[in-house]
């Protein structure tokens, strides 16, 4: 049983594990090849950060990335950032690399949320992005071309993903429960020639069609030559309804399968196009290349997540996420994709774990905010599912709470590595993530990704140990931003993160390194609040308040009141409960003794919804706009953009 305090890890894995890891193997590997002689992954940390060309060049040859190259110099401009470009004369294909494996194993497996299974060889995906990538070339596609999926979850966004990435071309893609303007807000600015998209998708238990939006929005992307629809809920065949709109069979059918003519690019030409949330304005574009992407991934995936031949990962996303992109990548690991798309709770908690037990799921991704639903749920997925293949389990999108550590180790598995894991698109990877071979501390992220210098500095720019301040990185690493899409001179990827620090990568996140010398994030520096001029992150007030069964979510603000600001509590309470005093009281008591006088909410606030974002994360800027009058200029960002106009006016905010 996990032992739930500071003196004893939640879990700490066995010698074999260490042993059988990955880590050790590139270790072992690293001796062998001339590399130091390195006793565990916090040796490997400290050697990786003092010797970032050395240890990049070992990830290329270590994880066999198939290019010409890497070649001379490994890193130019090393001194500047940014500036810095990683293997500037190396030459490689995205696809080619996450493609490497043709036999007749699973390559991915597909459930919907009516629990239909589809099964893809890695041979059948050869093949078919063999055909999709003559037919995107038939049709003028070639390298910096942008091509959009405007898709679900399904195998058909993978493999359209795959072809354009083996043209050259640029993929970006969101999910379709975007609406009219969000669409155009995107893909407006980056001008596709290509777009993907389903007849519909499943949530919730409702079938929703897309055709008629997805028509309407393509009639504001003149760019557009061809629109190829991937029947979902129904069958392809007859007339789309679109303007240049063709069923993917079509598309491909004059095309047979064979070889693929992988176009090999430069290290940093651009993969993807991927967005900002887009909360205060047009979502900012921020786009990645190739060589970095795959290199951060491949070492995400090999050491920090132990994935290995075979494995079966599974990660719940949507496509407008990026830990959909993040997942994808598994495959350079001839590891196995379980993709799912629709409700994570329809018809009820168990639907994944039903999932990762037929399926034998060794990688289960989630985001922080399902973890605390299941415990709210009372739900005990090891007392009712089989989940003896499950070695790691991952949670992302906000902090997870040190009761949610104790939950996934009581009620879902007592061995796995709970990997706590936090970046974000502006990297599409991580900063701080899991080590399998490392103890898992109750409300720490285990480490620092090797490669990334990783500090955590005060106001006056310097670091800190066991003090909160700003999640920074000193040192260039190769999955950052090649550039923002329409921002020539890069003055708003500067902005982004070099003012606050310049030459230092600034990310925005509130922390902590801890004695142990893991990550605790407090929230977006953003949103912090700084009540009497002390600095508080979110994260702190969530962890109290949502102890309380009572409280399903919240959300905290500060408040510009009286020359000072003031904490402000928003709360979705169980069904049937109201707000009264007694339960404001025991609220603002469970914060005070919590956390601190200073955490305590000035006003609790009891709301139906909370809003956010396409993801899932709670947009805690927009509601503080809102209260202060302030304009929200980008609601299209929002999944339910309905649930701000209950926050403006509040009479309880008035006094």
């Given at each position: 049983?996990?032992?739930?305090?500071?003196?004893?890890?939640?879990?700490?894995?066995?010698?074999?594990?260490?042993?059988?890891?990955?880590?050790?193997?590139?270790?072992?590997?690293?001796?062998?090849?001339?590399?130091?002689?390195?006793?565990?992954?916090?040796?490997?940390?400290?050697?990786?950060?003092?010797?970032?060309?050395?240890?990049?060049?070992?990830?290329?040859?270590?994880?066999?990335?198939?290019?010409?190259?890497?070649?001379?110099?490994?890193?130019?401009?090393?001194?500047?950032?940014?500036?810095?470009?990683?293997?500037?004369?190396?030459?490689?294909?995205?696809?080619?690399?996450?493609?490497?494996?043709?036999?007749?194993?699973?390559?991915?497996?597909?459930?919907?949320?009516?629990?239909?299974?589809?099964?893809?060889?890695?041979?059948?995906?050869?093949?078919?992005?063999?055909?999709?990538?003559?037919?995107?070339?038939?049709?003028?596609?070639?390298?910096?071309?942008?091509?959009?999926?405007?898709?679900?979850?399904?195998?058909?966004?993978?493999?359209?993903?795959?072809?354009?990435?083996?043209?050259?071309?640029?993929?970006?893609?969101?999910?379709?429960?975007?609406?009219?303007?969000?669409?155009?807000d995107r893909f407006g600015q980056i001008e596709p020639k290509v777009l993907f998209c389903p007849d519909g998708y499943y949530y919730n238990g409702k079938t929703l069609p897309v055709l008629e939006r997805v028509r309407d929005f393509a009639a504001e992307l003149p760019t557009l030559s061809r629109?190829?629809?991937?029947?979902?809920?129904?069958?392809?065949?007859?007339?789309?309804?679109?303007?240049?709109?063709?069923?993917?069979?079509?598309?491909?059918?004059?095309?047979?399968?064979?070889?693929?003519?992988?176009?090999?690019?430069?290290?940093?030409?651009?993969?993807?196009?991927?967005?900002?949330?887009?909360?205060?304005?047009?979502?900012?574009?921020?786009?990645?290349?190739?060589?970095?992407?795959?290199?951060?991934?491949?070492?995400?995936?090999?050491?920090?997540?132990?994935?290995?031949?075979?494995?079966?990962?599974?990660?719940?996303?949507?496509?407008?996420?990026?830990?959909?992109?993040?997942?994808?990548?598994?495959?350079?690991?001839?590891?196995?994709?379980?993709?799912?798309?629709?409700?994570p709770f329809h018809p009820d908690g168990n639907v994944l774990f039903d999932y990762m037990e037929a399926e034998r799921g060794t990688l289960f991704g989630t985001s922080a905010k399902y973890i605390d639903a299941l415990k709210k749920a009372g739900l005990s997925p090891r007392q009712t599912h089989?989940?003896?293949?499950?070695?790691?389990?991952?949670?992302?999108?906000?902090?997870?709470?040190?009761?949610?550590?104790?939950?996934?180790?009581?009620?879902?598995?007592?061995?796995?590595?709970?990997?706590?894991?936090?970046?974000?698109?502006?990297?599409?990877?991580?900063?701080?993530?899991?080590?399998?071979?490392?103890?898992?501390?109750?409300?720490?992220?285990?480490?620092?990704?090797?490669?990334l210098a990783v500090q955590v500095w005060n106001e006056q720019g310097q670091p800190v140990v066991e003090e909160k301040g700003e999640l920074v990185c000193v040192k260039p690493f190769p999955c950052m931003p090649i550039y923002f899409w329409n921002d020539p001179d890069g003055e708003r990827y500067?902005?982004?993160?070099?003012?606050?620090?310049?030459?230092?990568?600034?990310?925005?996140?509130?922390?902590?390194?801890?004695?142990?010398?893991?990550?605790?994030?407090?929230?977006?520096?953003?949103?912090?609040?700084?009540?009497?001029?002390?600095?508080?992150?979110?994260?702190?007030?969530?962890?109290?308040?949502?102890?309380?069964?009572?409280?399903?979510?919240?959300?905290?603000?500060?408040?510009?009141?009286?020359?000072?600001?003031?904490?402000?509590?928003?709360?979705?309470?169980?069904?049937?409960?109201?707000?009264?005093?007694?339960?404001?009281?025991?609220?603002?008591?469970?914060?005070?003794?919590?956390?601190?006088?200073?955490?305590?909410?000035?006003?609790?606030?009891?709301?139906?919804?909370?809003?956010?974002?396409?993801?899932?994360?709670?947009?805690?800027?927009?509601?503080?706009?809102?209260?202060?009058?302030?304009?929200?200029?980008?609601?299209?960002?929002?999944?339910?953009?309905?649930?701000?106009?209950?926050?403006?006016?509040?009479?309880?905010?008035?006094?």
């Open positions: 049983m996990a032992q739930a305090d500071s003196e004893h890890p939640l879990w700490t894995p066995s010698a074999e594990q260490v042993r059988q890891s990955n880590i050790q193997a590139f270790l072992t590997y690293l001796a062998a090849n001339g590399g130091p002689e390195l006793a565990d992954s916090k040796a490997l940390y400290d050697w990786s950060i003092e010797n970032i060309e050395d240890f990049w060049l070992a990830i290329w040859e270590y994880c066999e990335v198939i290019g010409d190259g890497p070649g001379e110099p490994i890193l130019r401009n090393g001194n500047q950032m940014p500036g810095t470009e990683f293997f500037p004369n190396a030459r490689l294909n995205f696809a080619e690399n996450l493609l490497r494996r043709r036999d007749e194993a699973d390559a991915i497996v597909f459930r919907t949320e009516q629990g239909k299974t589809r099964r893809l060889s890695f041979r059948e995906i050869h093949e078919i992005v063999s055909r999709l990538s003559q037919a995107l070339a038939a049709e003028g596609v070639g390298p910096g071309d942008r091509v959009a999926g405007f898709l679900p979850n399904m195998p058909e966004t993978v493999l359209a993903m795959l072809a354009t990435a083996s043209l050259g071309a640029v993929w970006s893609s969101c999910s379709p429960d975007f609406g009219h303007q969000g669409v155009l629109i190829v629809v991937c029947p979902l809920i129904g069958e392809s065949g007859g007339d789309t309804g679109l303007d240049k709109g063709i069923w993917l069979e079509d598309f491909q059918a004059p095309h047979q399968a064979g070889e693929i003519a992988y176009q090999r690019m430069e290290f940093n030409a651009p993969l993807y196009i991927m967005f900002s949330s887009g909360t205060t304005g047009k979502p900012k574009c921020i786009v990645h290349g190739i060589g970095g992407t795959l290199l951060q991934h491949l070492k995400e995936h090999q050491l920090h997540s132990d994935i290995k031949p075979d494995d079966r990962v599974f990660y719940f996303t949507t496509c407008g996420w990026m830990m959909w992109n993040w997942q994808i990548s598994a495959l350079a690991s001839r590891a196995t994709l379980l993709l799912y798309d629709g409700s089989d989940l003896s293949a499950l070695r790691m389990m991952a949670s992302t999108g906000s902090p997870l709470v040190a009761e949610s550590f104790d939950y996934v180790y009581e009620e879902v598995k007592s061995d796995l590595c709970l990997a706590s894991i936090s970046g974000g698109t502006d990297i599409v990877s991580c900063f701080v993530l899991g080590d399998p071979t490392q103890p898992v501390w109750r409300g720490e992220i285990q480490t620092r990704g090797f490669g500067r902005k982004a993160y070099f003012t606050q620090f310049p030459g230092v990568w600034c990310h925005g996140d509130f922390v902590k390194l801890s004695r142990h010398d893991g990550i605790v994030v407090y929230g977006r520096s953003d949103a912090t609040l700084n009540p009497g001029g002390v600095r508080i992150g979110t994260a702190e007030i969530y962890r109290q308040v949502e102890k309380l069964p009572e409280v399903l979510e919240s959300l905290v603000i500060g408040q510009e009141w009286d020359n000072d600001t003031r904490v402000v509590l928003f709360v979705r309470l169980a069904q049937g409960v109201d707000l009264d005093e007694s339960l404001v009281d025991r609220i603002r008591k469970t914060v005070r003794e919590g956390a601190s006088p200073r955490h305590m909410p000035a006003r609790v606030v009891q709301v139906n919804d909370i809003p956010r974002t396409k993801s899932g994360k709670i947009v805690e800027l927009a509601v503080r706009d809102i209260v202060h009058g302030r304009e929200i200029k980008n609601r299209e960002a929002l999944a339910n953009p309905g649930a701000l106009e209950e926050y403006r006016g509040r009479p309880e905010l008035q006094e």
